[in-house]
Each structure stands twice: as structure tokens, then as C-alpha cells.
């Protein structure tokens, strides 16, 4: 049997990057997908690609996120994964930073991930079952240059996974977060070269991950492998944190 044999599991940020290799991860385990993503496009190909669905849906968006879990709710009976995966950057020193770019990163980074645990872990409470897996980041626990806004998601996301482990532990769902470190995403590809040099550098593997191994992470803790592991932040940066 597959690690996740008919799971239903909702994937945000699922068109591109890391959350597209965890919609194949998943479909590769037996979980049936569901995209939640505003790139149509691409989000599409992503589900013709793995079997899963893709959906819309503005995760920053109170209103949408209660209509399509709904939907997921009404097709398949229930939901059992919840990998809150999207996020946006827009970067910037403090001195220049726009309250604009604290806002947009604020509300797709963090509200949008308050929301869609608050409205989808009312349909495994329903159950007794569920699995809430989001996306922090290095930079949460350590800082960096330039990201007051990102940083500031990443780190709040450790300290609500915490909160909801607390309560929801006890009604049968676990809630874990993962602190990804350099990866070998398209945003990164673009960089110059010697800045990614630098990256690697800094990595005592002395590479840069790959979306593959975040989703392997992700397939982990959305399994019942992890069952005994809750309020836990899995850093996955090849030993940056070391």
C-alpha cells in the first residue's frame, strides 16, 4: 500500500516550484490532489501531469477558501491533508520597504495560511483525522538581510504550529511545519551565478536542495510514518542550521 493511499490532500501554491513537486510526490504516494493556485496556467499542467485537480483559489481570500474546501468536502467526503505551502516574497530593507510589500507578503504568507488551517481543519475535526503541514523557512528561525516581511511570516508560522498542535493534537491532527534552506527553485535559477556560488557556500553539503526533497519532507510528516511527531519544525536546509 502506498504511503498515501486515498488520502484527500489540498495543496497550496501547487503550480509551481516546490508545490508542484509535492502534487507529483503526492499522486505518486496514492493522496488524491487538489491544487489550490491563481496560476491557471501552469497549475493546470501540474494536475494533467499527476491526475490531481486544480483549483483557483486566492488563499488570501476568506470567502473562497470556505467555498472550495466545501467543494473538496462535498467530492470526496472529507479532507485529510492540508500542506500549506504558498507563499510570495517581495524583498526589501527596512528603509525602503513599502507598507504595500508588508502587506501583500504579510497576507498570503500568514493570513492566507491562518485561514485555510482554520476553515480545512474543521472538516478533520468532523473526521477525528488530519495531517497540517506548512511551509516556514530558514530565515524564520535565523533572519536575513533585506526580508523583514517574509522573515516575519516564516517565524509567526513556527510559533502558530506550536498553537495548533496544542489544540488540535488531542482531536487526532497533527500539525507540523518544514524550514526549507537554499533551493534550486526557478526564482533561484534566475540569480547570478556567483550569488548562488555564495548560497552553496553557506550549505555544509555544499549544494542547493531540490523541490523533490522538501516534497519528500512534506510526504513524511502527511504520513502516518510521522503519527508521534507534532508542533515540530523539520528544518531542511542541508545542515545551514547546524
Not at 473562497?64 to 467530492?75: G, K, W, Y
Not at 516575519?152 to 496544542?166: D, E, F, P
Request: glycine share 10%; hydrophobic share 45%; charged share 20%.
Amino acid at each position: 500500500m502506498k504511503r498515501l493511499e486515498n488520502k484527500v490532500a489540498i495543496i497550496t501554491g501547487g503550480a509551481a516550484g516546490i508545490g508542484a513537486a509535492t502534487a507529483v510526490r503526492f499522486a505518486e504516494d496514492g493522496a488524491r490532489v487538489i491544487i489550490w493556485d491563481l496560476d491557471e496556467q501552469r497549475g493546470s499542467a501540474v494536475a494533467a501531469k499527476t491526475g490531481a485537480e486544480f483549483m483557483r483559489v486566492n488563499t488570501a481570500d476568506y470567502a473562497e477558501i470556505e467555498a472550495a474546501a466545501r467543494t473538496v468536502s462535498d467530492r470526496y467526503g472529507r479532507i485529510d491533508i492540508l500542506i500549506n505551502n504558498a507563499g510570495i516574497t517581495r524583498d526589501s530593507t527596512l528603509k525602503k520597504m513599502t507598507p504595500e510589500q508588508w502587506q501583500q507578503v504579510i497576507d498570503v504568507n500568514l493570513t492566507g495560511v491562518f485561514y485555510c488551517t482554520k476553515v480545512v481543519s474543521e472538516y478533520m475535526l468532523a473526521t477525528g483525522w488530519g495531517r497540517i503541514v506548512s511551509a516556514s523557512s530558514v530565515v524564520g528561525i535565523y533572519g536575513n538581510f533585506g526580508q523583514t516581511n517574509y522573515v516575519a511570516t516564516k517565524s509567526a508560522i513556527i510559533g502558530m504550529t506550536k498553537t495548533w498542535a496544542r489544540e488540535l493534537g488531542r482531536k487526532g491532527i497533527t500539525v507540523n511545519a518544514v524550514a526549507p534552506g537554499f533551493i534550486a527553485t526557478e526564482m533561484v535559477a534566475a540569480m547570478p551565478p556567483e550569488v548562488i556560488e555564495t548560497m552553496k557556500a553557506k550549505v555544509p553539503l555544499g549544494r542547493l536542495g531540490t523541490p523533490e526533497e522538501i516534497a519528500a519532507v512534506y510526504a513524511f510528516l502527511a504520513s502516518d510514518d510521522a503519527a508521534y511527531i507534532n508542533g515540530h519544525t523539520l528544518s531542511a536546509d542541508g545542515g545551514m542550521t547546524v
